[in-house]
């Protein structure tokens, strides 16, 4: 610029070079700088890219089925939809909730108070808000979805129990994992909001039903809407259970509950039925009962407290978590012990004038009038409670407790199933630990008739008249037959398993067995009702007292408050000559096991029995056919006590039988 | 005189138009991915990236007008022009509208212009003329600098009235780089930085919003890690430009743009997109044309006829510098964040075409450097 020698020139000159310098200092350092981020800093950066852009979704999965020995579905799966909230992404929550609300045709303010905090860590947690849409809310949620950010719906598969209440105890019930189960080794890998088995077979194979989560890889933007599927690992369904049992057994032991003749109250406890050679659980029933489905889902509080708060307790299964005073399904047990121990044989015989008196005090046959002269298979055929008196003093009660033990009674039957409970066979030793007292002799005298201490599950007894039945194997209880995976390979056999051998000897026994059919099969004996056409049927009747009597005299059996009535066994096995299924009833408050007990087993024992050929098909199934080859033996009502067992008291208030 | 001569024409800078044709060329195509209206994999054209295109297209009328009138007559319109964005800036304060907290936006018509940006343009030029009459090399009293400060003071306090203190400070910026031209002796430089010192610090203490001050403390801050709070747009920033690598995730496959984590991704943070879809490659490229344009630029000033020449042509170059710098430091993570665009490349008409237009004066200077 040589023509412009002014002063301003020269100065102008320098200064833009200085300039100059400092443009290239900036953008230099730009270049070094965007080196550094992109390059040294680059993975690192890119790492917390994809951790901000993409989210994964967990896939929950389908549990697997629960197949009936003859495959037929007892539990499985359908799909649904489910309605839930990322509280994050809500752009306005108040008129989302309010909207949604008018959308699902429920209370707003309801919705936004389940969705959970705005703020904290918390925020990015998904609240499920609704489960199981039905097509129509569905619909109209789908379609505004736009319109609500933060609020999604995504497939649910949900537990379907297509029977409903069909076997409900046995199946168990699902629910959110709990706080305290979260910490447990076993639910490793669970998350809070996570349904779970909690009780029955749903808790017991938890880990085989299960299935395995899916995951889903989406990118989603800075509000959380999904963009993009990067990758999806679908689900899988859970492993299949094959149980033992058998739904039509299942079917017409709940019958059997749940069809009472026209004003009698509604028939509460359990009854099972078990192949005595394998310990098969062909049918396990209790009463009342409830629908599993409704634990598929979030359950209401209105039905949840229902099931909760109800006064005969729907949800316990009286089969394995009840244990009861056995009354004289006991006399079985004690007849084995008798000719066992060798205090009588098939010819010993005992009076039986109504009464019996030990140590001053008199104890009541409950034939007033008496048996007369008994033998062993007389005095089970009729209850004879004096015989069993006798008897019972003479063999003490360490021996029958010895006896009564090694049919696997007062203990857990070790069946696969979460929450059984023990029971008790008192002996003096028992005594003096629990109470610290000894045995007094006359106590041996209730405890001879089932009325003492003792108290059995219906699943011990079965197991007990199975031992019976089968020449005295004790069985474990077999509930599942295999674990299949999902394509119905066998992962796992259950074998049949033997828990111990009865020490009464099998001819024994057989004397046992022949008592207990002349109590269904001949005339006079107190189980008629429990007859199947074609096939002779072993069993033997209780009843047990629920309250005193003397506070309940001359109050008419019907007119006895529910609570206070008595409760009704029957214990059953067939083919009485060569036995394959037993079965155990108890009615809670029944009254009388002939009569209300006993015709639930006879309807699990024809179904069997007809299923097995061996006993013809009614026409009308509706109607119970009577016996072809011996008419129904007229049941006694004396007293209004037919076939009354009870007549042994646990407190001596309890002697003075009417 | 709006006629061009030939020699006039023989001595186009065709250089400098090609590098503005290549920055505005990339600033346009990211401009697309950053205005993206559809969720991925959809491509589509949003509204915004037409009204660019209007604005672009209105800018290059504006640019050849710059290049066609002879600069010097600018010199005389110049007061002319400097009240006019007085003017157009006291508009704004009394009748503007407000978007995203700054009252920054006039509404004409359908059109909404942000008078600030026009302003500085009036304010380069009025320097300009005021620096060439009172060449600055032979300012030595601190006096002298009192006309000359009043005439930069005067739109910056109007600006910084709209709360937009991005603008303000980038105008204070530009009117003071000619300041650098002034031969003080050392002793008031020291006085100058004082005063200057003392005007940041009431500036923060009275002049920022408390967001503002709450966004460079998280600067000062940084790395303290909490992604959702002030320190947000700094860091989706960073996590954008470094997750571009050497070569980039590819045109319109960034996901932090795509995927929105980026705030204002086709204004203020257009470059991190840049940084995000065509990495290292990409953004060192536009930092070397820009870095080209801005050193072409000041040789244009070394090598112009005049002081008036000379004096616009460094201020062309601070109009692009400054917010340029800062705009790019603060997507680095080397600056707080500023609601500053980068010319020629951001999202928004006003700024496109003041810049054009005063391009368009850089070449018209330029062209003429042989024009007696």
Redesign the interface.
Known sequence: ?A??A???G????S??????AL??L??????V???H???V??????Q???K???RHVDLDAPRGEVLDREGRVLATWRPSRALRVIPNDLANRARTFAALGQLLGTSGAELDALAGPSKGLARFRPVTLVEDLDWERLARVESHGYALPGIETFEQPRRFYPSGTLAAHLLGTLGEIQASQLAKPQFAGYRPGDVVGQTGLEARYEAHLRGTLGRRDV?????G?E??ELREHPPAVGGRLVLALDKDLQEAAEAGFRDVPEGEPQRMGGAVALDVRTGDVLALASYPTYDPNVFSSRIDRGTWSALTGDEWKPLRDRVIQNHYPPGSTHKAVMAAAALQEGVIDLNTRVYCPGYYYFGGRRFQCWKKEGHGSVNVIEALQRSCDVFFYTVGVQLGIDRIAKQASSFGLGAPTGIDLPGEVGGVVPSSEWKLRRFHEKWYPGETVSASIGQSYNLYTPLQLAVAYAAIANGGHVMKPRVVLRLEDRDGKTIRNFPPEQRGISTVSPANLAIVREGMTAVVESAGGTGGRARVPGVRVAGKTGTVQVVGLERLRGIPEEQIPIRFRDHAWFGAFAPADAPEIAVAVFVEHGLHGSSSAAPIAQRILAKYLQKRGLSPVPPAPAQPPPHPAAPLAPVQHAGGSPAGDAAAPRVAARAARP | MIAVDRRSLQHFDWPLLALVLAILAIGLVNLFSTTQPL???EIGVASEFKTQLVALALGTAGMIFAIVVDYRRLERGAPLLYVLALAGIAATVLFGVEIRGNKSWLRLGPLSVQPAEFAKLGLVVMLARYFHRH????MRRLLDLIAPALLLLLPVGLIALQHDTGVAVLTLAIGA?FF??V?LPWRTWALLVAIAVSGMVGTWEFGLKPYQRARVMAFVNSGSGDSLGSDYQAI?S?????????TGQGWLEG??N????LPTQHSDFAFSVL?EEW??AG??TL??L??GL??WG??I???S???FG??LA?GV?SML?WPA?LN??MV???APVIGVPLPLVSYGGSQLLANLVALGLLMNVSMRRYVF
């Open positions: 610029m023509h412009l002014a002063p301003t020269a100065s102008l000159e200064r833009v070079r200085w300039l100059a443009v290239l900036i953008f230099g350092g730009f270049v700088r965007l080196f981020l992109q390059v800093e680059g993975e690192a950066l890119r917390r890219s994809q901000n852009s993409v990118v989603v933007d800075a509000a809407r963009i993009e | 969720p991925p994999p060449p600055p090399g032979e780089t650098l031209f031969a989706q960073r996590i954008a430009v470094g997750s571009g690598g050497l996901p932090q795509r995927g929105q984590f940084a990495g290292f953004g060192a930092l070397a820009y870095a801005l050193l000041l040789a000033a070394a090598n006829k005049d002081g000379g004096m460094v170059v510098l710098a790019v430091a680095l993570g080397l």
